[in-house]
RNA sequence: GUCGCGGUGGCGGAAUGGUAGACGCUAUGGACUCAAAAUCCAUUGAUGGCAACAUCGUGAGAGUUCAAGUCUCUCCCGCGACACCA
């Protein structure tokens, strides 16, 4: 017998399948589609991850799968090749970023070709070629002449070292991702997508799209939908107004003051007005002056000026309050300005106790559940502190009747909150000294009495208090009812860990943590409104002071220039007569002029504005001087779009016009199946079913989503668990693996090495298991005989369902492992028989292609096994004939025992209770009750 | 801080509320060999016991249940994303 010489093995039917075309999608099939997708990789000079194998198998799997199933199946692969590591070594190197993607490219082909992937290799895209680009710059001019793309002037990120323009992803906490120093932001006309004009969509057809729950709530909070209103104040002594979005118009009686961005046009408007202009003034040079790392390594310190003599009215109590600057509030986000209520909110709080300006409480908590038929009662809960240890005094009441709690009581006669208190201190712990620092709102609190069986509603109020000295009286506990408890000073941290009671922990957090309170509840001090439930009044509320409800989000637009030489350049003509003119559709496309220097000019401009025979031109509408845009489109634009470019490509190679290719959409689109790293989800993802959506709006594609279904895999970590990187030196070379293991161990490997969704640390120790089982495999064709085993057979069918349903769920790694079941019991017995040993490679074939192949051609086969249909199982064959049946006394297992499965219950009930075992352990007790669980258990309570 | 994911042997990880540790790696012993590698066989959660067996055991604590890794609550730790979003 020949070993299994995988180097051999796999380059022969690497050969082949692609001499047969085996994987080419066919774009005037009669049969259903399928379309799978990857991301497409960036070909980075490092060569190919083990990262990109283990989506890349997986869909591999995926695609086999359908094209087993019967589908046509389209799994293409493409370069996303415009990028700044490519720009960074061009500069370095002068090297032309086109020798480089080049170059690189052709070392990802031939590590991608050598993992027996099924690509159709001839719808290969590459971003960066100007037929690729020409129809991203396209899709750019549409979006222009709807509208859709702006110029705006936008803070650019400036490294003060390296004195460049950066993009987002280029700043790291702040600082500068090649130098290491400071950035800051400086304001620079950029052109702008107004994704905003689709964030409602993009919402809202998440649920009509089949993403990981994961995925859709990480897209969710991007877009950071937020319902509320817009609510004017009006600004004492002036004609102009404050408006404010807010999403609590509940708490529009607690404003005890408004906050604008520093930023805010009003600042400027109202210089004349301020007192204080030259303070505000500075404080506003100084936000901006800010660079990132400062405004992060910052924190939450609150800071701002009050601008004297400024005041507005609020509108739902008529009330005077001043006006601040304050970076805490964002010009981008909601109206730039605030209406400030300190007592429900955690940032007004902070800055309100810094400033000193009024905490208005109108919202009171409430706790606990309510009930039918309440009593109500009012109470105190009183906290008191030691200053000198730190520590409070708690109330131990033991598991059953509460644990730990602070002191409670009820008021008696006409008691109030403070005598209850200063009572009930008194009588439950003897302490005579005590001085009151503070007095909390109403608390309404549920809850049920269990001692006394009835339902109540509290009014309860804290207090907190000091200890003044130790002196106390002896305490005596008459209340039988209440039983005993155990009085201990406790530290703060025991505190809030060990007390569950939702009141008592409420009033715990106001008063040691400090914390205001966020949540719903009942209004107070808010005029009419008293009383009523905070979310409610909402409304009401909105509609008496004139305010406008209004959805807001957090998404912004997106920055859509770059001002660098490696991407996409943005098809406009600059006229000084016209404007910013297209380039006529028959121009395009506006290919990147070949220059000598790439690193960017000292004004932050793209070095594609020195370029000046490129950039003088002629306006397409005046025929007058006018001069190109020389800014160029970020990395993202590419990707945007590049699932549709397959199937232009193989109708027409990316060939004008666009009504060429709408028979293709309608076939192709959407993608079926697409998966990619968690860390598109908010960028990649959501920028492409932006565009799809522009694309479905002006008739392009059929429908309004690219993705059908979006799944995504976890990182593969280096071998420590830490992140793969060049600089730690951990990186796993995939070239190096197929070498010495081949390609089929290298898919099985990284298929069984974990959870998909999960991030699993590599282990090349463990590569060593799936070889060995391909080994076994390769060994077991001597064995075939004319008969199996019905064991060995059952393992199989059964190895069918649950291979199937394992891939569907992506649970590759327990399909593995049930193919390696199936190879031991095939291995143990004497005689395999050929159609169910090749049963067997039929389902191993997604996995491990190569092998699969070989063995199927060696066992006779003229045709390839990845032409043969999925196969189907036979249900008979596995079902259990004897049933094995636990025996569980008292919740723990003592027995078991077989019997043929159609025994009816009572005589598996009778033989459980006479086995041995049983006796034993009940011992001449008799059983209260036995539960039987069909098919599987007894269990037996005594 | 908020959101998301996770915590199970020496390691990666299995487990419709029903025998925890499938499958793989490692380690130990044995077979084969002059020897080694490879391969094959056996053992491999902890503790006690000659053994049969028993007890404990899925981050911690409580709860629901005849039965909890799995469900509920509270908390701790690790990873990832966002981060003053009104």
């Not at 790392?293 to 601008?307: D, F, N, P, S």
């Not at 008691?415 to 009572?423: F, I, K, L, T, W």
């Not at 479905?696 to 993705?707: M, R, T």
């Not at 495999?777 to 069918?800: L, N, R």
Request: aromatic share 10%.
């Amino acid at each position: 017998m020949r070993p299994y010489d995988h180097k051999k093995i796999e380059i022969k039917w690497q050969k082949r399948w692609e001499k047969e075309k085996l994987h080419k999608a066919d774009d005037k099939s009669k049969k259903k589609k399928y379309y799978c997708l990857v991301e497409f990789p960036y070909p980075s000079g490092d060569g190919l991850h083990t990262g990109h194998v283990r989506s890349y198998t997986a869909m591999d799997i995926i695609a086999r799968k359908r094209r087993a199933e019967g589908y046509n199946v389209l799994y293409p692969i493409g370069w996303d090749a415009f990028g700044l590591p490519t720009e960074n070594y061009a500069i370095k190197t002068k090297t032309p970023p086109k020798v480089v993607t080049k170059k690189n490219t052709n070392t990802f082909r031939r590590q991608l070709k050598s993992l027996g992937l099924s690509f159709d290799w001839s719808r290969e895209i590459n971003t960066t070629d100007p037929s690729y680009y020409k129809w991203t710059q396209w899709i750019f001019l549409q979006l222009f002449k709807h509208g859709l793309a702006y110029k705006k002037k936008m803070p650019v990120n400036w490294c003060l070292t390296c004195k460049i323009g950066l993009a987002n992803e280029e700043v790291v906490d702040g600082a500068c991702e090649r130098c290491g120093g400071a950035t800051e932001k400086r304001e620079k006309e950029q052109w702008m997508l107004a994704i905003t004009k689709y964030a409602d969509r993009l919402d809202k057809d998440l649920e009509a799209v089949d993403y990981l729950e994961r995925i859709k709530i990480g897209q969710k909070n991007w877009i950071g939908k937020s319902e509320g209103a817009i609510i004017k104040f009006q600004i004492l002594n002036s004609k102009f107004q404050i408006e404010v979005f807010t999403t609590r118009p509940d708490t529009l009686f607690g404003a005890t003051y408004m906050v604008l961005a520093p930023d805010h046009e009003l600042v400027e408007i109202l210089k004349g007005q301020i007192k204080n202009w030259d303070e505000a003034a500075r404080y506003v040079i100084q936000t901006k002056k800010k660079t990132e790392i400062e405004r992060t390594a910052e924190g939450k310190e609150k800071t701002g000026v009050r601008l004297e003599e400024v005041f507005a009215v609020n509108p739902a109590n008529q009330e005077k309050i001043p006006v601040f600057i304050a970076d805490y509030v964002l010009k981008e986000y909601g109206t730039g300005a605030i209406m400030a209520v300190p007592a429900h909110d955690e940032r007004d709080y902070k800055f309100a106790k810094k400033f000193g300006l009024p905490i208005k409480i109108v919202v009171e908590p409430v706790t606990g559940e309510r009930r039918e038929g309440e009593e109500k009662r009012r109470s105190i809960v009183a906290l008191v502190r030691d200053p000198k240890t730190k520590k409070i005094l708690s109330l131990d009441w033991g598991k059953a009747l509460g644990g730990r709690l602070f002191i409670g009581g009820g008021l008696e006669n006409r008691e109030s909150p403070e005598e209850a208190a200063r009572r009930e201190i008194l009588e439950e712990t003897g302490y005579k000294n005590v001085r009151l620092t503070s007095v909390s709102e109403k608390i309404h609190h549920h809850y049920f009495a269990h001692a006394k069986g009835v339902a109540r509603e509290i009014e309860a109020t804290g207090l907190y208090f000091e200890l003044l000295d130790g002196e106390r009286t002896d305490v005596r506990h008459e209340d039988s009812e209440r039983g005993k408890f155990k009085i201990e000073w406790v530290s703060e941290e025991e505190a809030g860990r060990d007390v569950s009671d939702p009141l008592h922990l409420y009033i715990f957090s106001k008063f040691v943590l400090g914390k205001c309170y966020e949540g719903s509840g009942i209004l107070t001090d808010s005029g009419k409104w008293n009383g009523l439930d905070s979310e409610t009044a909402k409304k009401e509320i909105i509609e008496f002071v004139g305010g406008i409800p209004k959805v807001i989000y957090k998404l912004r637009d997106w920055v859509f220039s770059r001002q660098r030489y490696w991407g996409e350049p943005i098809p406009i003509i600059i006229c000084g007569k016209c404007g910013y003119v297209p380039v006529p559709e028959k121009d395009l496309p506006v290919k990147l002029p070949e220059i000598k220097t790439y690193t960017p000019t000292d004004t932050g401009e793209s070095p594609l504005s020195k370029v000046k025979k490129w950039v003088n031109v002629k306006c397409p509408k005046c025929k007058g001087k006018a001069e190109r845009e020389t800014d160029t489109m970020p990395n993202w634009a590419g990707s945007s779009w590049y699932y549709l470019s397959y199937i232009m490509k193989g109708i027409s190679n990316l060939k004008f016009p666009i009504s060429k290719y709408k028979k293709g959409f309608e076939y192709w689109m959407p993608v079926d199946w697409y998966n990619g790293g968690m860390e598109h989800t908010t960028l990649h993802v959501l920028y492409s079913r932006f565009w799809h959506k522009f694309l479905f709006d002006i008739g392009i594609v059929p429908g309004s989503e690219p993705y059908a279904k979006r799944t995504s895999h976890g990182m593969i970590l280096a071998e420590g668990g830490e992140k793969m990187s060049k600089s730690k030196g951990n990186v796993v070379n995939p070239d190096s693996i197929v070498n010495t293991f081949g390609a089929d161990t290298l898919r099985l490997y990284e298929m069984f090495i974990g959870p998909f969704d999960q991030a699993v640390a590599w282990s090349t120790e463990s590569i060593v298991g799936p070889r060995r089982f391909l080994e076994r495999v390769w060994k077991m064709k001597e064995k075939i005989g004319k008969t199996g085993d019905a064991d060995s057979t059952a393992q199989v069918e059964k190895a069918v369902k649950k291979i199937s349903e394992d891939i569907e769920a992506m649970r590759f790694n327990t399909a593995v492992s049930e193919l390696m079941i199936v190879s031991n019991a095939l291995d143990k017995s004497s005689s395999i028989s050929k159609p169910v040993y090749e049963k067997f490679l039929r389902i191993l074939a997604p996995f491990a292609p190569h092998v699969a192949e070989e063995i199927w051609s060696i066992l006779g086969n003229k045709k390839s096994i990845h032409n043969e249909s999925w196969p189907k199982y036979d249900a008979t064959a596995f079902i259990e004939t004897t049933l094995t049946i636990m025996v569980q006394i008292n919740g723990k297992v003592r027995g078991k025992f077989t019997i043929p499965s159609e025994t009816p219950e009572e005589k598996i009930k009778e033989k459980a209770l006479s086995l041995p075992e049983t006796a034993k352990w009940i011992s001449g007790g008799k059983p209260k009750r036995i539960i039987y669980v069909k098919g599987r258990l007894v269990s037996i309570v005594v």
